[in-house]
């Protein structure tokens, strides 16, 4: 008798090794609080920014690379909303070193090290800064792909000036999300006052999968930004907003967002109040959806507002109407909200 196995297929490395940045422009979210994947960087308030080694199936050296801050590789970018891509300001972060190693793998990275000083900027929490990391030196690899120019000069990050597009550096887009920002589950009841009229409206499913989903985004470390589903008598979706305010024991207060605004050249939403309060309670609703035990936000606020209605082409008379809500909500966390991002600037030099 005679037996068989098979024999591991072992395959040769290529014939030189190197390292680069898998993306150039990635985004990343600091998602603050919890998700359903490990954030505990996230909650040191630190990132990490990963380099790649190639050419090799297994990495059995410590490979070593030099890397240094170039804020000038941002230089003439633009998002796609055409607002500029920023460096970050340097008292924003640390690196935690000057180096990225790989000591026997073929992805490793440096970490990070985010201030309060970037928590506290508006602009934080957008597409704006980036932080710009240059490969300059390589220790125990054949070479960092730094692309094939089309000519002496050639521009990081301006397309059209390569044959091959470098990739030695990285433009690391960081934003971040407050504890409480995501998707929510919202239902409730709400007792509605309209020219003196009153009505109420009970917001209930069957399933609580099946409530109205609604999402509250940040808009500082401790608040978040809630859009309410208010229209006028002549149905314009009306956009107004409430700003929650989160105390340290995860207490709400509830404000209004601004005092009055100009939705469009006929439509004027002014004298608006809110007032409210309530709590953030990890697990407040039980068996909820999925069967599971889900953070819940649970609010009692007032709101009210007066809309004025032009009509300047049918040469009718201003319509002014009224209006008050009294809120109780039931906000059951759904998601976060953060999906894998990358941006693709545009080079404009002015």
């Not at 297929?9 to 600091?30: H, K, L, M, N």
């Not at 008379?317 to 991002?341: H, I, K, N």
Request: with cysteine.
């Amino acid at each position: 008798m005679v037996s068989c196995e098979n024999q591991d297929i072992e395959f040769p490395d290529f014939d030189y090794s190197t390292v680069y940045f898998a993306y150039q422009y990635p985004v990343r979210t600091v998602v603050l609080g919890e998700d359903i994947v490990d954030n505990t960087l996230d909650n040191e308030h630190k990132v990490k920014i990963y380099a790649t080694m190639g050419g090799v199936y297994e990495n059995t050296q410590r490979i070593d690379i030099d890397i240094a801050v170039n804020n000038g590789l941002t230089n003439n970018l633009f998002f796609g909303d055409n607002t500029p891509v920023l460096p970050m300001p340097s008292n924003y972060y640390t690196l935690a070193a000057d180096q990225i190693t790989m000591d026997g793998t073929l992805q490793d990275g440096v970490e990070v090290q985010l201030t309060d000083a970037f928590f506290a900027d508006p602009l934080a929490l957008t597409n704006t800064y980036v932080i710009p990391l240059q490969m300059t030196n390589v220790s125990n690899a054949d070479s960092i792909l730094s692309g094939v120019a089309k000519f002496d000069g050639a521009v990081r990050g301006n397309i059209a000036d390569w044959d091959v597009q470098p990739k030695d550096y990285v433009l690391y887009c960081v934003k971040f999300i407050n504890p409480w920002h995501a998707n929510y589950l919202r239902r409730g009841e709400d007792v509605i006052v309209k020219d003196g009229v009153t009505s109420t409206v009970e917001r209930h499913a069957d399933y609580v999968e099946n409530d109205e989903v609604v999402h509250l985004s940040t808009v500082a470390l401790n608040a978040l930004q809630f859009p309410m589903d208010y229209t006028s008598k002549e149905g314009h979706d009306l956009n107004l907003k409430v700003k929650l305010n989160f105390s340290e024991n995860q207490e709400v207060s509830v404000a209004p967002f601004e005092s009055s605004y100009q939705l469009n050249d006929t439509v004027r939403v002014y004298n608006i109040t809110a007032a409210g309060s309530g709590e953030f309670v990890k697990d407040g609703e039980k068996k909820s959806w999925g069967n599971e035990d889900r953070d819940a936000l649970y609010l009692d606020y007032d709101i009210s507002y007066e809309v004025e209605i032009k009509y300047p082409i049918a040469g009718l008379p201003d319509d002014v109407q009224q209006v008050s809500y009294s809120t109780v909500d039931t906000l059951v966390v759904r998601d976060r909200g953060v999906a894998m991002e990358t941006f693709s600037p545009s080079y404009v030099v002015n």
